[in-house]
């Protein structure tokens, strides 16, 4: 299973960046949940937002109303507008797969830069 992030950069405060993950699997996995955490420095790693099998949404605190999760099959991307500079973190994408025999399992992207700064 392969993670692979693209999207970060610089921002200016109030603006708008869009992230986007491409998983690759073997055709036999199940992606069951996909998506995307954030890590700021100092603090814990945090749910942005993921998508599960059925199509269902969990969105984190922080960024309910400003951040929109979407799925086109393996790729999951996220639209983040109105950014403010507490958003700045680096973003990691996140799938949880079912493999068959060695049951579900969770992957991690390399992590991608966001930075909201004027």
């Known amino acids: 299973v392969q993670l692979v992030e693209s999207g970060g950069g610089l921002v200016q405060p109030g603006g708008s960046l869009t992230l986007s993950c491409a998983v690759s699997?073997?055709?036999?996995?199940?992606?069951?949940?996909i998506g995307w955490y954030r890590q700021a420095p100092g603090k814990q790693r945090e749910l942005v937002a993921t998508i599960d099998s059925r199509g269902r949404i969990t969105d984190g605190d922080a960024v309910k109303d400003r951040f929109t999760l979407s799925r086109d099959k393996n790729t999951v991307s996220i639209q983040m507008n109105n950014l403010k500079p507490e958003d700045t973190a680096v973003y990691y994408c996140?799938?949880?797969?079912?493999?068959?025999?060695?049951?579900?399992?969770?992957?991690w992207g390399q992590g991608t830069q966001v930075t909201v700064s004027s």
């Open positions: 996140y799938a949880n797969v079912y493999t068959g025999a060695t049951g579900s399992v969770a992957y």
């Open positions: 699997t073997e055709s036999s996995h199940i992606m069951n949940i």
